[in-house]
């Protein structure tokens, strides 16, 4: 239920064993505490879980639409289907609270991010120098140089030709080593290259 590509991440790898951990900033309300059980229903450590009073977790609803050839595709927004209500925005941790963050996850193996954040390039890079694999998958860009600043700090690139087509060309320009291009019903791209470590 945790959903979205990283909580679906963190539960998958520690369903098949892995110490998996959520770096997320989120309210104390109904939503987040309904998140929280969920993710340690599924034995993710949440103690990275900032839960703020004064904040609303975030909320994307998917629906289901069909096409005129009845081929079925989702889509995601922040709008409450039912009332219309614009749910909360993502929020990143917070750049004060960044340095006590990654001194206590110098043994991570493995860092996934999907958003094209200040405090979530501070983490892959510190993540990355300490021998971490950087995996990146957003949604969007937003802002063009954090998001080349991101594809350099990543060891693999996983987007959707869909939303994110035009990545291709900054991916190749950043030698990402491992790019891999999601094509819905054609499937999937991918290209390792031999040139950055």
Do not use: M
Request: glycine share 8%.
């Amino acid at each position: 239920f945790a959903g979205g590509s990283c909580g679906n991440v963190l539960a998958i790898l520690s369903y098949l064993g892995w110490k998996s951990a959520p770096i997320a900033r989120i309210g104390d309300d109904q939503p987040g505490r309904e998140l929280v059980k969920d993710l340690e229903y599924w034995s993710v450590d949440t103690r990275f879980l900032l839960r703020e009073t004064t904040a609303q977790t975030p909320i994307v609803f998917q629906e289901i639409v069909f096409n005129r050839q009845g081929a079925a595709r989702h889509r995601f927004s922040r709008i409450c289907p039912k009332c219309g209500v614009h749910t909360a925005n993502y929020r990143p941790w917070l750049q004060r609270d960044i340095d006590e963050l990654v001194a206590s996850i110098t043994s991570a193996s493995l860092f996934y991010f999907d958003r094209v954040a200040r405090a979530n390039l501070e983490i892959a890079t510190h993540a990355r120098q300490n021998g971490a694999l950087v995996v990146f998958e957003p949604s969007g860009i937003k802002d063009p140089g954090l998001f080349d600043a991101c594809l350099h700090a990543c060891h693999v690139f996983k987007y959707s030709h869909e939303r994110l087509s035009s990545a291709q060309d900054a991916a190749t320009d950043a030698e990402v080593p491992v790019e891999i291009e999601t094509r819905g019903s054609a499937g999937l791209r991918v290209t390792i290259r031999q040139g950055r470590k």
